[in-house]
């Protein structure tokens, strides 16, 4: 027991420490822990010395020095709290109150922090590899505020970090803030900071305690000082200019707010991230890993403008399109939780904002009116119709993104809340086939009317469009299998068969009233009502699109298209596809496309790369790595920070920066790596070669962690829950005792073990055909083997190690085999 002199030197040595007689130190032996009493800092340092902080309590209270492995990255500014109301502005480096300080168990109070009738008090400690910092303010009345800084962090300058990823998906390009004052602000907390040449990264991640929310604005600052400060409030703050996330040469993007008497509690945690390691994309034989990881945390990030404003024209220019079906793909392959959540989110404000009561979806967000048909644009939301036509591709954009996106989230509530929107919006252009020919058609009915129909908003295509169709098909056929999967078989069906009316007419020739050219060897892009053919200058992406979506499954055809589109980029000598080989007539296009090659007449537009990806992965994988790597190669370049290419020059052109321009890469991951989720399983469908073995990377779909090492007929995933390996695409799930494995990642049959415990499972597939089916467990435990999707009633051998004997299948078209595993064991059903 503490006896009274002992209890009297702690109170003694306690309030010599309140009153700064002595130092931290004499009570506090953590080294990690230091003061300086002389010049009035504490300094704290994790455990392995990649982060530490200097505290200055000399004239207030501020953090002087963030020290990343040994070099301090901010600016004298440092970082502190603060305020500013119309008039003035207060920090707590300025405290009219005496600073108290307080030693704690792993940590440090600090309290008398007083300023602008405001006073708080700061709390560090040391957790583990962390510094978490709690900050209590209080204001003592309510007040109408400009801005403030909970807190704001001044780093040297914009060289110290390329960027920072922000935890919804985004991110901040700091060459991006190019002049003093512009300023990018998100409804976010957390960024990872980071530069790609040192490997060194800084998370910070800025959480209200309570229902208060977090902003954080990113701004060019004083002498190039590069400055992220945070905003906590009881609301979400609205933008001060219209709806702009970015403005230019002005540092108050959010619009004034009150705060009201009280206290308010937040917590900042820092930690130093190995940022080479925290965002590998593993081994990439035949590819350059590292311009893949900053090509995807650059461009591919680009287009989150904000929460629930995910897209592709990106924040500089506070724009989104909603007529681009692209976004979930970049999703998987960007393989982050945060943009798969904000783009979830996105779709559901879009359903409940750009859908109008017909189920006609609104094409365009952005910050302000000025590019809408005139009374389309609501201030509020954002949305609005673009100036240039109705683009009929918002209709098949949404439905596609909302089912791929399906397969990222696997949530089935979600996608029951966008089914009616889903249906309203196929529904509203599988009604637009006024000449029942399966092909249905766009708003404007001629070139003579200057409008356009889709993503290429300056050329006039008109009443039957083939892009837009190929679009809709694609869009048919996703959304059919999401009415399977929500038990709405009638409906499924009902899609299909549109669907395959839509193929048979499109594939049709030119007179018969297709978008087939047997004389150009090419689909033409679109036809006038008065029955005039337009657009046979080989148009990539309605080429591509017809043969990457399915519609064009004639070898001839896809040889005819695809060999005279690489001869002709060869001779050019371009890095990628342009939109069109050959000109436009004049009269189908705006004089912003004219002359020939110009804008969308003949530049280069990687933003629909995907397309000629997914087209060559299954012709001649070669060339679709060629144009891979040449992206990648650009992107070392310039970035890719351009909206287009000339074709003439191949130099960027255009502000509007696009984050589409990624997408070559994302088809990487989904056609060449195959990574193809669904919503139950993950599902791997490559199309590997030679050069790509040895091919390993992680992939986290839905919490689970999946390693992958992918060549050529030779694939396997592996989770801690099991290991299997397979020479042909696949899907495979494990939940709790129950293994489902999924040939050719397909539904129609599966292989279901039970085990008979938690032990991990490991399975080679054999065969998978009509007649035969194999695997072989290496793994030891008691299995129950169900082969499912067999033809009900009929008779099957099944052989465990070359013992056969003789089943029939159940009516649910299942046979069932149980062994206990000891060694290495085989199984075979066959078809007698």
């Known amino acids: 027991m503490t006896n009274y002199k002992q209890l009297s030197l702690i109170v003694y040595i306690f309030s010599l420490l309140l009153s700064r007689q002595v130092s931290l130190a004499a009570v506090n032996t953590d080294p990690t822990i230091t003061e300086d009493p002389p010049h009035k800092t504490i300094t704290l340092t994790?455990?392995?010395?990649?982060?530490?902080?200097?505290?200055?309590?000399?004239?207030?209270?501020?953090?002087?020095?963030?020290?990343?492995?040994?070099?301090?990255?901010?600016?004298?500014?440092?970082?502190?709290?603060?305020?500013?109301?119309?008039?003035?502005?207060?920090?707590?480096?300025?405290?009219?109150?005496?600073?108290?300080?307080?030693?704690?168990?792993?940590?440090?109070?600090?309290?008398?922090?007083?300023?602008?009738?405001?006073?708080?008090?700061?709390?560090?400690?040391?957790?583990?590899?962390?510094?978490?910092?709690?900050?209590?303010?209080?204001?003592?009345?309510?007040?109408?505020?400009?801005?403030?800084?909970?807190?704001?962090?001044?780093?040297?300058?914009?060289?110290?970090?390329?960027?920072?990823?922000?935890?919804?998906?985004?991110?901040?390009?700091?060459?991006?803030?190019?002049?003093?004052?512009?300023?990018?602000?998100?409804?976010?907390?957390?960024?990872?900071?980071?530069?790609?040449?040192?490997?060194?990264?800084?998370?910070?991640?800025?959480?209200?305690?309570?229902?208060?929310?977090?902003?954080?604005?990113?701004?060019?600052?004083?002498?190039?000082?590069?400055?992220?400060?945070?905003?906590?409030?009881?609301?979400?703050?609205?933008?001060?200019?219209?709806?702009?996330?970015?403005v230019s040469g002005k540092e108050d993007v959010f619009a004034p707010f009150t705060v009201k008497k009280g206290r308010i509690k937040v917590t900042c945690e820092l930690q130093y991230v190995d940022y080479l390691a925290a965002y590998s994309r593993g081994t990439l034989p035949g590819i350059d890993a590292a311009a893949v990881r900053e090509l995807l945390n650059t461009t591919g990030r680009y287009g989150v403008v904000d929460n629930n404003i995910v897209g592709g024209n990106g924040w500089l220019t506070n724009w989104k399109c909603l007529h681009e079906p692209f976004f979930a793909q970049i999703g998987m392959a960007l393989n982050d939780q945060h943009y798969t959540k904000n783009f979830s989110a996105t779709l559901n404000q879009e359903r409940d904002q750009a859908m109008l009561p017909d189920g006609r979806v609104l094409s365009r967000w952005h910050n302000t009116a000025g590019d809408e048909i005139p009374g389309t644009y609501n201030s509020e939301t954002g949305y609005y119709e673009a100036m240039w036509g109705y683009t009929i591709d918002s209709q098949t954009g949404y439905i596609i993104n909302t089912s791929e996106q399906f397969d990222l989230n696997g949530d089935l509530s979600w996608l029951r809340s966008h089914q009616a929107s889903c249906e309203k919006a196929l529904n509203w252009l599988l009604q637009r086939d006024e000449n029942h020919n399966g092909i249905f058609e766009m708003k404007n009915n001629n070139i003579a009317e200057a409008k356009c129909s889709d993503w290429l908003d300056i050329v006039w295509a008109s009443y039957e469009n083939a892009f837009v169709n190929a679009q809709l098909y694609e869009a048919l056929t996703l959304w059919a299998n999401c009415e399977k999967v929500l038990g709405n078989a009638h409906q499924s069906d009902y899609y299909s068969t549109i669907a395959q009316r839509l193929k048979t007419a499109f594939n049709k020739p030119l007179n018969a009233g297709g978008f087939w050219s047997p004389e150009k060897k090419q689909y033409v892009y679109w036809r006038d009502k008065d029955g005039s053919v337009h657009g046979d200058n080989l148009v990539t992406p309605v080429n591509f699109a017809a043969i990457a979506f399915g519609l064009c499954d004639d070898p001839q055809r896809i040889s005819g298209i695809l060999d005279q589109i690489e001869r002709r980029t060869t001779a050019e000598h371009l890095f990628h596809w342009p939109l069109c080989f050959d000109s436009f007539q004049r009269a189908e296009v705006s004089g912003g496309n004219w002359?020939?090659?110009?804008?969308?007449?003949?530049?280069?537009?990687?933003?629909?790369?995907?397309?000629?990806?997914?087209?060559?992965?299954?012709?001649?994988?070669?060339?679709?790595?060629?144009?891979?790597?040449?992206?990648?190669?650009?992107?070392?370049?310039?970035?890719?920070?351009?909206?287009?290419?000339?074709?003439?020059?191949?130099?960027?052109l255009g502000d509007d920066i696009l984050a589409g321009i990624s997408t070559s890469i994302t088809a990487l991951y989904r056609d060449i790596y195959g990574i193809r989720p669904k919503w139950n399983r993950m599902g791997i469908e490559p199309n590997m070669t030679p050069a790509l073995n040895g091919t390993a990377f992680s992939y986290t779909l839905r919490d689970t962690v999946y390693q992958l090492k992918l060549g050529v007929d030779n694939y396997t995933m592996r989770t801690n829950g099991f290991s299997v390996k397979s020479k042909k695409a696949f899907g495979a799930n494990r939940s709790e005792n129950i293994f489902t494995y999924y040939p050719n990642n397909q539904d129609s049959t599966t292989l279901r073990i039970n085990t008979g415990t938690d032990r991990p499972l490991s399975i080679t597939m054999g065969e998978w055909n009509a007649t035969e089916i194999s695997w072989t467990v290496t793994s030891h435990d008691r299995y129950a083997f169900t082969v499912k999707g067999l033809h009900p009633g009929a008779n099957y051998r099944i052989g465990v190690n070359g013992t056969f004997r003789s089943v029939k299948a159940k009516e649910d078209g299942s046979v069932t085999v149980k062994q206990i595993c000891t060694s290495a064991t085989r199984f075979v059903v066959n078809v007698t």
């Open 46 to 246: 994790v455990p392995d010395k990649t982060l530490a902080i200097v505290i200055d309590y000399s004239n207030g209270c501020s953090i002087k020095q963030l020290i990343i492995k040994g070099k301090n990255v901010l600016s004298a500014s440092g970082i502190y709290t603060g305020i500013r109301t119309k008039s003035e502005v207060f920090s707590s480096d300025k405290s009219s109150r005496k600073i108290v300080l307080a030693a704690t168990a792993n940590g440090v109070s600090i309290s008398g922090i007083s300023y602008g009738g405001v006073e708080e008090e700061w709390n560090f400690e040391l957790a583990g590899q962390k510094i978490i910092w709690h900050i209590e303010r209080e204001y003592k009345q309510d007040a109408d505020l400009e801005d403030m800084a909970f807190p704001a962090w001044h780093f040297t300058d914009l060289a110290v970090w390329k960027g920072g990823i922000l935890d919804n998906g985004g991110m901040v390009w700091c060459k991006y803030l190019k002049q003093a004052g512009d300023t990018y602000g998100v409804h976010t907390g957390g960024t990872t900071f980071w530069n790609a040449l040192s490997g060194d990264a800084l998370r910070i991640n800025t959480k209200p305690e309570g229902p208060d929310v977090v902003a954080t604005k990113f701004t060019h600052g004083a002498n190039n000082e590069f400055v992220s400060s945070q905003l906590v409030t009881d609301a979400l703050l609205k933008q001060r200019y219209q709806l702009s996330r970015f």
């Open 595 to 652: 002359p020939f090659p110009k804008y969308e007449n003949g530049d280069i537009f990687p933003t629909w790369g995907y397309l000629g990806i997914r087209a060559y992965a299954s012709y001649d994988k070669a060339i679709a790595l060629k144009y891979i790597d040449n992206i990648l190669q650009q992107y070392k370049k310039d970035g890719l920070s351009s909206q287009r290419y000339s074709r003439t020059t191949q130099e960027g």
